[in-house]
């Protein structure tokens, strides 16, 4: 009873914690470019400009100068 298809608790354990590791590393890189996106058009608007998301650039109109 105290193994998993031959597995003991241990090898369990280790490949537990190796998938929460890349699961966690994986995260780390989605929300840092969320983030990274997320400051970009924060940065955009609070600098009176106005973003386009389709060529992800920040466009000042001359009207506003």
């Known amino acids: 009873m105290g193994a998993l298809n031959g597995k003991t608790n ?18 780390f890189i989605f929300s840092a470019w969320k ?3 997320f400051l970009e058009v924060d940065s955009c ?3 009176g400009g106005s973003f386009n998301y389709k060529n992800g650039v920040c466009e000042h109109s001359s009207e506003n100068e």
Not at 15 to 25: D, E, G, P
């Open 10 to 27: 241990i090898q369990v354990n280790i490949k537990i914690k190796k998938s929460m590791k890349l699961l966690f590393i994986a995260l």
């Open 35 to 37: 983030m990274k996106t």
């Open 45 to 47: 608007l609070d600098a």
